[in-house]
């Protein structure tokens, strides 16, 4: 199982700061990925083939980095279809 929450497409140091504000409690401003969930989760099929995977947790409050809630959560699903589609064994994804 995997929780997938925020990411950051490149090392930027505005977005390392804002990463580092969210594993501090600043979840509003945590940088929001979606596309990183989906190469997260291709990652964990390389490494561990003949698994498979449960997304255990993803979510966010009522808005995080500009984005309402149902729009995060639009877009991890359609990333976590998109790795289906690529032969990703999904078991589950659990949205809080």
Same mark, same amino acid.
């Given at each position: 199982?995997?929780?997938? =929450?925020?990411? /950051? ?14 594993? %501090? %409690? %600043? ?17 964990? &099929?390389?490494?561990?083939?003949? %698994? ?11 808005? &995080? ?6 729009? =995060? /959560? ?15 064994? /999904? /078991? ?5």
């Amino acid at each position: 199982g995997m929780d997938y =929450y925020w990411g /950051i497409s490149a090392l930027r140091v505005d977005m390392v700061v804002r990463l580092a504000g969210a594993m %501090q %409690q %600043q979840f509003d401003r945590a940088p929001v990925w979606s596309k990183g969930l989906y190469r997260a989760l291709r990652y964990l &099929q390389r490494l561990f083939p003949d %698994q498979e995977i449960l997304i255990a947790e993803n979510g966010c409050p009522e808005r &995080q980095d500009g984005l309402e809630r149902l729009t =995060y /959560i639009q877009r991890h699903v359609g990333e976590v279809v998109r790795a289906c589609r690529h032969g990703v064994p /999904i /078991i589950g994804y659990v949205c809080w």
